[in-house]
């Protein structure tokens, strides 16, 4: 069974960079074609997607993210992680990870961490 779980500070000050960590049990994240991805919800709106990092390594940012957005992963911890810098209060969200077969076809999420940015 896929199971993906987030975890991370609840609560970041503006300018600071936040670190998510997603643990993937399961599936290992190095299998061809599958894609691990970070998608946030802010209060009230719809879901946003960050990026994603491919079983090749390769990654993907939304561009209105680019600048601040970096995906990683570690192999022999089967973890991917986001790191977001920068961070204002329009960052504050649900934040979810999440695999998929290819662009668009999410599968498996997470339950989701809430990040609130606040002094």
């Known amino acids: 069974q896929v199971q993906l779980q987030e975890s991370g500070p609840g609560l970041v000050k503006p300018s600071q960079t936040l670190s998510l960590t997603c643990t993937v049990s399961g599936f290992s994240i190095t299998t061809a074609k599958y894609y691990w991805a970070w998608i946030r919800q802010p209060p009230g709106k719809g879901l946003e997607w960050i990026g994603y990092?491919?079983?090749?390594?390769?990654?993907f940012y939304n561009p209105s993210l680019k600048s601040r957005a970096s995906v990683s992963r570690d192999t022999s911890k089967n973890q991917f992680t986001l790191q977001l810098t920068s961070m204002t209060p329009e960052d504050t969200a649900v934040y979810f990870c999440?695999?998929?077969?290819?662009?668009?076809?999410?599968?498996?999420w997470g339950q989701g961490t809430q990040v609130t940015v606040s002094s």
């Open positions: 999440s695999r998929a077969s290819g662009p668009g076809g999410y599968d498996y």
């Open positions: 990092i491919r079983y090749n390594s390769n990654t």
